[in-house]
Structure formats: C-alpha cells, structure tokens
C-alpha cells in the first residue's frame, strides 16, 4: 500500500498563509464615521481589525495609550504607531475582566469593538465598579458560498472566530470526517457538540496552523 496523502487544511480567516487553502468566512466593513474621546484616556482593543478599522476612521487613536488582548492584536497597534502599555495574558471573559480591575480601576476605559462579542465585558465591569465606554467601530458578515465549495472528506480546517464557526455552519454542513483548530477556548464552544477537535498552543493563526499540521498524516 502507498503512503496516504497528507490531510488537506483550510484556514477560514481572511488572512492568507501559505501552503494552506484559503477559504475566508467572514468579510468586514466599517461601522463608525468618526471614534468619540471625550470621556476616555486609555483605548482597549480586542482584534487586529479594530485597530485596522480605527486607524481608517481616525488616526488620532494613536494618542491613547491601548490595552492589547492578544498578541496579534498588540503586533498589530504597535505596527501602525500605537503605544500598548498593557497585554493580559489571558483574554478568556472573566479573567480578562479581573485583569482589567486589577490594573485599571482608575482609568476611563474605551473599547473599540465589533458589532458582536462573545463576552459582556461592559456589564461584567460594571459589577465592580469600573465604566467602560464602548463604541462599535467595525462588523462582520459571512461570505456567501454554494454547498459544493465545501472543504473535502477528511479536510482539517482552523476556525480563528465564533464568527468563522457560525458562518461555516450557514453554508456547509459539518463531516465526521472533518477535524477542527480552533485558536482558543472562546472560539471552541460555538462547534457543534459532535465535532472533533483540537486548540492551537497559542492565540495566533500561526499556532492554530502548527497544531494541523501536526495531525495532517493521522
């Protein structure tokens, strides 16, 4: 018998990485003309896109000293000029929460955010005692495509977003044959419940393709 062929992997991010098939889920457009300051001095971002989408509604952002939730997103504020002066090691809900009040009970605190979240961190901190103000300043909407797009039997495919799982599921139904990565825990409770899967390492697109890569000849 020959070798069997490696496992195909589909990543579903915008985002293109070579040597996997690119099959993005989701597509995004501005939600905001202009960003309100007045009544913060410190900006939170959660998404590489949210400092991309400040950036193109305005500049002045980079004034504000931003706490960065995930590498990714710290890479991404440093890169266009951004001055980060905190990076929670742990972005999950309520843990990002008690970081927050541990560190920034004093400051007034602005999070420039997508349409959707998967956590009411607004609400969470009001409980003690801290206001966040939040903008919506970006959303997300699926990519349309026809059922045979599908990825193959046997595919591996990284979901990077809840947003990347609920899009998928509208147009594909899910295999048995299929493996998930999923680039954290916020992200593997919207797979379906039958799923199998496995968690990058680490809360990066390179991680989540490192983890399938290791399962491509199994």
């Not at 710290?74 to 970081?99: C, M, T, W």
Request: aromatic share 10%.
């Amino acid at each position: 018998m020959g070798n069997r062929s490696p496992r195909p992997i589909y990543l579903l991010s915008p985002s293109t990485v070579e040597g996997v098939i690119h099959l993005p889920m989701i597509t995004f457009s501005l939600a905001a003309k202009q960003i309100d300051f007045t009544r913060s001095d410190t900006l939170m971002f959660s998404s590489k896109q949210a400092v991309k989408s400040a950036e193109a509604i305005d500049p002045r952002w980079k004034r504000y000293p931003c706490i960065a939730i995930g590498s990714a997103t710290k890479k991404q504020i440093e890169s266009l000029g951004g001055r980060v002066i905190h990076h929670p090691k742990d972005f999950y809900a309520d843990a990002l929460a008690d970081d927050i009040i541990d560190h920034f009970s004093d400051k007034k605190l602005l999070y420039l955010r997508p349409k959707e979240v998967s956590f009411d961190s607004k609400n969470y901190l009001k409980k003690a005692g801290i206001s966040l103000q939040e903008q919506i300043i970006y959303e997300t909407s699926c990519v349309s495509y026809k059922k045979e797009q599908a990825p193959e039997s046997g595919a591996i495919i990284v979901f990077t977003s809840p947003s990347s799982i609920h899009c998928f599921l509208k147009y594909f139904p899910w295999q048995e044959s299929y493996t998930a990565i999923v680039i954290g825990h916020a992200t593997e409770v919207h797979l379906p419940k039958e799923a199998d899967f496995a968690v990058a390492k680490k809360p990066l697109i390179s991680a989540c393709i490192e983890k399938a890569k290791e399962l491509q000849s199994y």
